[in-house]
């Protein structure tokens, strides 16, 4: 089953509906998620979205690189997992609670309750939501991060994630960031395409798209570069 949407649709109703992050995009250029095309598998996808929580993107790869290691594989599948005792996870940089969250979902996954990469995509956003956040260490924001970059479906707006809103402070021109209800407001205007309005903002809070003399040699440090970078 094909995943993703017409991202040129996208861009032309953003264009039409947001002048301001018309021009963002201009100065950005296409986006192209390359995880749409890629298969995976459901349990690794959880797995890597459970290690990267709360974690800068290069501090939550060294940990992942790790795992990997120490379970002799690159998918992180129960099997794969289970060969690695709590101590040798913790020894990885696992926390305690991600510990946890990773056996519940091997739990879960061998029980069936886990639905395959194919099965989440006759599955609609808010069950799918409901559904996986049963799981331990799951919430809105991770299921929402595979709808986004595995599942490509258009309209998620993650208002919870302080990259999209650092982006629409940008954006904007916000003395602070928008809170997540402030947010949910303005991405009204965005839908039916709010997932490729986030994906911009992601990278407007990366730094991308600002002209040259605007640019301050700090800006790029205090960005989030964790979340996109993840789910390649």
Excluded at 73 to 80: D, H, K, T, V
Excluded at 167 to 195: C, H, I, N
């Amino acid at each position: 089953m094909a995943r993703g949407f017409d991202l040129d649709a996208a861009r032309a109703h953003l264009a039409r509906r947001d002048r301001a992050l018309a021009a963002w995009m201009t100065r950005i250029g296409p986006i192209d998620p390359e995880g749409w095309r890629k298969p995976f598998d459901t349990v690794d996808a959880l797995a890597r979205s459970i290690l990267y929580q709360q974690l800068s993107g290069k501090a939550a790869a060294t940990i992942v690189g790790r795992v990997e290691v120490a379970a002799g594989s690159r998918r992180l599948l129960p099997a794969a997992l289970a060969a690695v005792d709590d101590a040798g996870l913790r020894a990885c940089g696992v926390s305690g609670n991600k510990v946890l969250a990773l056996r519940d979902l091997c739990r879960r996954a061998e029980a069936g309750e886990v639905p395959s990469a194919r099965a989440l995509q006759r599955i609609d956003d808010a069950a799918l939501i409901g559904q996986l956040s049963a799981v331990r260490g799951i919430g809105r924001w991770t299921v929402e991060m595979l709808l986004i970059f595995r599942l490509g479906r258009p309209d998620i707006l993650p208002v919870d994630d302080l990259g999209v809103r650092k982006g629409a402070q940008v954006l904007d021109r916000l003395d602070v960031a928008p809170t997540p209800k402030a947010l949910q407001a303005r991405g009204e205007a965005w839908g039916p395409y709010r997932t490729l309005a986030s994906l911009y903002l992601w990278r407007i809070a990366d730094g991308e798209g600002v002209p040259e003399p605007a640019r301050r040699p700090q800006a790029r440090k205090a960005t989030l570069k964790t979340v996109r970078r993840s789910q390649d």
